[in-house]
């Protein structure tokens, strides 16, 4: 039988070489079967919630850069921590790419807004899935 850190390779090995890098995923779930609904649909509700540990992300993993001001950079904190529903900057890195801290569509969006409301107003959203944010 293959090992969950096993499989959890090779499956990012194939999506990293088969997709963008912000559309593979930080986080997996190996599940034995999904939980259905009574029209045979996989019951969103129902399936197990996942923690999030973005602080122990590698700096080979990363790909956004340092904010040069700390006020700017407790701003940008702030945001992400809302927007990924988050307690504490203790669970994120900043210095990881959108993609690899697990966001989403959904994600993008609500960061986009948050930044044009409270930083800038022209940002656009193609720069979360940029190599360099800042």
């Known amino acids: 039988s293959i090992e969950y850190d096993d ?27 999904l939980p259905l609904n009574e029209n045979g649909k996989i019951d ?3 399936l197990p919630k996942i923690e999030h ?7 080979s993993e990363t790909t ?4 040069t001001s700390a006020s700017l950079e407790d701003k940008i904190k ?9 307690n504490s900057t203790a669970n994120i890195n900043i210095n990881a790419s959108f993609g690899i801290l697990g966001g989403t569509s959904m994600d993008a969006m609500k960061i986009v807004t948050l930044i044009r409301e409270q930083l800038y107003p022209q940002i656009e959203i ?9």
């Open 126 to 134: 193609g720069l979360l899935f940029s190599e360099r944010l800042f």
């Open 78 to 86: 702030e945001i992400f921590i809302e927007a990924f529903h988050l």
């Open 7 to 33: 499989l959890k390779s090779h499956v990012t090995s194939f999506c990293l070489n088969h997709l963008r890098s912000y559309m593979v995923p930080s986080v997996w779930l190996i599940m034995g079967k």
């Open 53 to 59: 540990d973005y602080s122990s992300l590698s700096s």
């Open 64 to 67: 956004l850069s340092m904010i």
């Open 44 to 46: 969103r509700k129902n």
